[in-house]
């Protein structure tokens, strides 16, 4: 299916997890790089913030690191200190940990997996990361939301 914008993004997101039968307090775990990845796992965040699940970030993918992201009035989700232990329902990688230079593999992605077994694992990624990264075969994705950035265009005042 083709989707639009931003909410091409968040709604399939939201739909996938409604779909899932997850209940309150269900934990969606997020795993992506620090600073590019994580106003994406806001966005998504604030997709589904309603639905009462336990959201938490991992960067990279050291769980040691999790924290909960929360809802910030007048601002939306945001990544807190707050540390999270791990019991998640869904796993959400993000497609910034399969670019190029990233001190991560898809065969240390595919390890988090198996040390959560039976948990949906859902991706997210932006011109064809993942396919491009060979994730697509390591792991093996309930979902993957595909974005693409291409043209951007950029506009000056001279």
Known sequence: MVYHGITGILRPFKEYLAEMGLKNGDQIVYYGCVGTCTPFVELLAVAVRGSRYEQVFVPLLDESKA????????????????????????????????????????????????????????????????????????????????????????????
């Open 67 to 158: 924290k909960i992201l929360h809802e910030v009035p007048d601002a939306g989700m945001q990544v807190s200190d707050t540390t999270a232990s791990l019991n998640p329902k869904v796993l959400v990688f993000m497609g910034g940990l399969a670019m190029p230079f990233m001190p991560v593999t898809k065969e240390q992605a595919r390890e988090v997996v198996e040390r959560h077994p039976g948990v949906l694992v859902a991706g997210v990624c932006f011109m064809s990361m993942f396919e491009k990264a060979g994730w697509l075969e390591a792991l093996k994705f309930d979902i993957v939301i595909d974005g693409t950035l291409d043209p951007v265009t950029v506009t000056r005042r001279e």
